[in-house]
């Protein structure tokens, strides 16, 4: 009988059951009955499933990667006498597959990382470059209407200087988190310098833009909370992205300046920056 005949949602619950068949061993053959026997004695449901289908010889051979189980490779039903050929065949099989989907995960992982802020979990400065010159390009264009936000972390010089970096790093986890908070669909986060991120919003109406500006500005002094200055440009004043950028940057530097006004303790220790 075809292994495809037993592939049932029993035969998938019923895998969890090889890692202990296989415990630290390569592979898990039954080529008899005796097999069958001493198998039952470790996974009786998977057994009976096998023996339900009609099921005489199987190997089975996991996929490891970074020594984690990823998955399986199996064959059933073969002449018994083909043992050691197919052993042979799913070992190297196993080998090849197990290598490929670790060279996968890493370059994953290392795109991952090459893109990613490991402090706050958003985008990085590499990957806020990449993305505009993809706009610019022609190659992944943002999509229009688009929207842009420049954020400024207020007065973390003056916490690194009196509270340690760990505060500072802190703060700008917490504006990070912020951020994530009144996000919606297809908005881009990027943290483009130590304390400064942007935030790009693909297909964003000036309405829907108008609102996002509104939470962002009711958010942006909150109690307890960490404080920053926020500027905007709308595609529908640039539709350049790098122009709107500009734009946005010039106008965070306004509200800030307004908040120093307002919080003088913290204005000293900027412009020693």
Request: proline letters at 4%; aromatic letters at 10%; glycine letters at 6%.
């Amino acid at each position: 009988m075809p292994m495809e005949s037993f592939l049932t949602e029993e035969f998938y619950a019923v895998i969890e059951t090889w890692p202990r068949l296989i415990n630290k061993s390569i592979c898990f053959v039954i080529t008899c009955d005796r097999d069958m026997d001493e198998a039952y004695k470790i996974a009786p449901e998977w057994i009976d499933s096998l023996r339900y289908a009609g099921v005489k010889s199987l190997v089975i051979y996991p996929l490891r990667s970074d020594n984690k189980t990823i998955g399986y490779i199996w064959a059933g039903n073969f002449p018994t006498e083909k043992t050691l050929m197919i052993k042979e065949m799913l070992g190297l099989t196993s080998f090849i597959l197990s290598a490929e989907v670790a060279n996968d995960q890493n370059v994953r992982k290392m795109k991952i990382m090459s893109s990613t802020d490991l402090l706050t979990g958003v985008y990085n400065r590499n990957a806020m470059n990449n993305r505009i010159s993809e706009d610019v390009s022609g190659i992944n264009l943002i999509r229009k209407p688009f929207g842009v936000f420049f954020i400024d972390v207020n007065g973390l010089k003056t916490i690194n200087d009196t509270q340690g970096h760990l505060a500072g790093d802190n703060l700008l986890k917490d504006v990070a988190a912020t951020l994530k908070e009144l996000k919606g669909k297809n908005i881009e986060i990027y943290r483009v310098g130590g304390d400064e991120f942007l935030i790009i919003t693909p297909g964003m109406s000036p309405a829907e833009f108008l609102k996002l500006e509104k939470e962002f500005m009711n958010n942006c002094e909150r109690p307890n909370r960490a404080h920053f200055a926020v500027g905007s440009c709308h595609s529908d004043e640039h539709d350049d992205i790098r122009k709107a950028m500009q734009k946005a940057d010039s106008r965070m530097y306004e509200v800030k300046e307004k908040y120093y006004s307002r919080h003088p303790e913290y204005e000293w220790h900027n412009k020693l920056v």
